[in-house]
T-cell receptor, first 108, second 115 residues
Framework: AQRVTQPEKLLSVFKGAPVELKCNYSYSGSPELFWYVQYSRQRLQLLLR??SRESIKGFTADLNKGETSFHLKKPFAQEEDSAMYYCALYTGRRALTFGSGTRLQVQP | GAGVSQSPSNKVTEKGKDVELRCDPISGHTALYWYRQSLGQGLEFLIYFQGNSAPDKSGLPSDRFSAERTGGSVSTLTIQRTQQEDSAVYLC?????????????FGAGTRLSVL
């Protein structure tokens, strides 16, 4: 069965520091990976997806099939990046499979 | 509507009571999903509706949970004989179709507290 692992429950960095939120998945086929974000008092929303190969709010994520990873990166964190981040996997069979989430705290 | 709408936003109930949670998806979205968000547990898939096809109920945790979608639009998630472990935020999402690349749009959720 497919699984998404986000090993860090909490990641705390200072403003301006680089950020990397880890995501590993297990799936034998060709996956589609997403990052969703939930800011305080807001609903869950899509941040980016690997098929778009885009940078959103300075964040990027590269799918590494060899390491089965889809880590989210940003070179310089901002305070407004503080939020809950969820990595999600789509296998074409049903709904998204989500990781347990990582709370990012960016301190001033 | 402008987005996925869920009601109520908060629900407090006593153990053993039945509850109904409602989701109104974005107009035109054929796929509708229910998830459960528990503290520290991420989002757990519950059930998925796609058009007129039979729903995928594989994520429902017990037979106390059921859901229906009327007219291909509004969906209701029903929990019978609620238990304290049912306390969580229940999220609904919709998308244009349940196929790859389609973005899921989430509602604000219903926070269920079972006393």
């Amino acid at each position: 069965a497919q699984r998404v692992t986000q090993p860090e429950k909490l990641l705390s960095v200072f403003k301006g520091a680089p950020v990397e939120l880890k995501c590993n998945y297990s799936y034998s086929g060709s996956p589609e990976l997403f990052w969703y974000v939930q800011y305080s008092r807001q609903r869950l929303q899509l941040l980016l997806r690997h098929i778009s190969r885009e940078s959103i709010k300075g964040f990027t994520a590269d799918l590494n099939k060899g390491e089965t990873s889809f880590h989210l990166k940003k070179p310089f964190a901002q305070e407004e990046d503080s939020a809950m981040y969820y990595c999600a996997l789509y296998t074409g069979r049903r709904a998204l499979t989500f990781g347990s989430g990582t709370r990012l705290q960016v301190q001033p | 509507g402008a987005g996925v709408s869920q009601s109520p936003s908060n629900k407090v109930t006593e153990k053993g009571k039945d509850v109904e949670l409602r989701c109104d998806p974005i107009s035109g979205h054929t796929a509708l999903y229910w998830y459960r968000q528990s503290l520290g547990q991420g989002l757990e898939f519950l059930i998925y509706f796609q058009g007129n096809s039979a729903p995928d109920k594989s994520g429902l945790p017990s037979d106390r949970f059921s859901a229906e979608r009327t007219g291909g639009s509004v969906s209701t998630l029903t929990i019978q004989r609620t238990q304290q472990e049912d306390s969580a935020v229940y999220l609904c999402a919709s998308s244009l179709a349940g196929t790859s690349g389609n973005i899921q749009y989430f509602g604000a959720g219903t926070r269920l507290s079972v006393l």
